[in-house]
DNA sequence: TCTGGGGTCCTAGGACCC
DNA sequence: TCTGGGGTCCTAGGACCC
């Protein structure tokens, strides 16, 4: 019989920020911006904070409004990954299969580990314990024998608490659930959901197959006919195919100005840049994303024939979209780029393929992200002018690194 | 109340080839 | 002399998650 735990720690930037600082113990704290900030949102809410009303992804500026004795922090991410990793080691002694999710949830494959672990309930309650006495945080957990299941269950547990399904009641669980908590049923599906009258998970039950693809479309429709079954999806199974790096910017204030935003786009392929190096990954597909003033959103991208080689490329690969993309005089609130379609490096690089300008300048930037790696605090660039001259005088590296620190 | 940042997956349509 | 069908790769946009 399978049976699945889904973890997940309750306002975990929130609690961790409690435990480091007792003062704010028992008090509202939201962590994702100091009420001044302009265009920030709420990245967690401690439980105090929520009693206000305050929740994730709501603007700091409207928490304030509703919370102004609140304690607001911007947060400690290196922190956070710390806690997490603490966590997620505790979690591997109760399973030799943990899947995590996010930096704060995973699933535990308990599947017959009850002569190790006692009955799943029982498994369930002493990780908990575990969790709180090694680190002082809280767990919500949900216990059912597929992964989909557990996770609506956790959710349904918080905060601190355990939500058991037992096998058998799957598809009676899913019948009366509310659609509000189908998990991967966002804003827009919930409104499909109102339109069509489905208060409850029978609702959906009651409909064939394809009526359900009708409204919903080919995936999701089968997603859904197969979820209020009580059978789970499938896509928690598989591997990971595609992966993709980005990066992005909002800025507190529109901008018009190339300048201005061409030299954030710099600063956002170079940190692209490096962390491409660092995963020793390769991408032949660049992307542009531009969100103007009006919250209207487009993006562009291109395949080339050879992989992203050096930050100069990438960034000459990025202005070539933004270039063709951007109608001038339109004010931009955010400027983003990626790399998507990663490949593993493939063991030796075509090397042969570089100039040599070309290899001078991978291995330069190779240089600063080995540095940058072991003094974290160097905080080791190039200066866009450098890059402008370098690639004025076609990939001869002048001597005046032009690295700020 | 104006709406972050970093990801994944899906859809629809076009280009191209056999 | 008016137009099939399948496969693959690519692009733009959107929904959703934490």
Redesign the pocket.
Known sequence: MNCFIHADLDAFYASVEQLDHPEYRGKPVIVGGLPGD????V?TASYEARAFGVH??M?I??AYRLCPEGIYLRGRMARYREKSAVVMEIFSGFSFNVQQ?????AFLDISGAERVLGPPAEAAKKLKETVHQKTGLTLSVGLASNKYIAKIASGMSKPDGCFIIPPGGEEQFMRSLPVGKI???????QELFRKHGFKTGDDIYRLPLDSLTAIF????GNFLYRAVRGEGAA?FDEE???????????FPYDLYDEFAIETALFDICQNLMFRLLDLRWQSR?VALKIRYED?S???????FSSPVSTMNELYERILGLFRKKYRAGRGIR?I?AGLLNLETGQGARQNELFDDGEEKERRLEETILEINHKFPGAALKRGRSWLAQSSAAAGTPNAGPGMQD
Do not use: C, M, N, Y
């Open positions: 302009r265009r920030s949102v990245s994730s992804a603007p500026v409207q999710l996010s930096i704060d949830e998990w991967g049923a966002g804003e827009k599906t479309g080919s995936a999701f896509s990971r195919g595609s992966h993709s790096i980005s990066a992005e910017r909002t597909t919250f959103t487009e993006s562009a991208r291109e395949t955010l983003g």
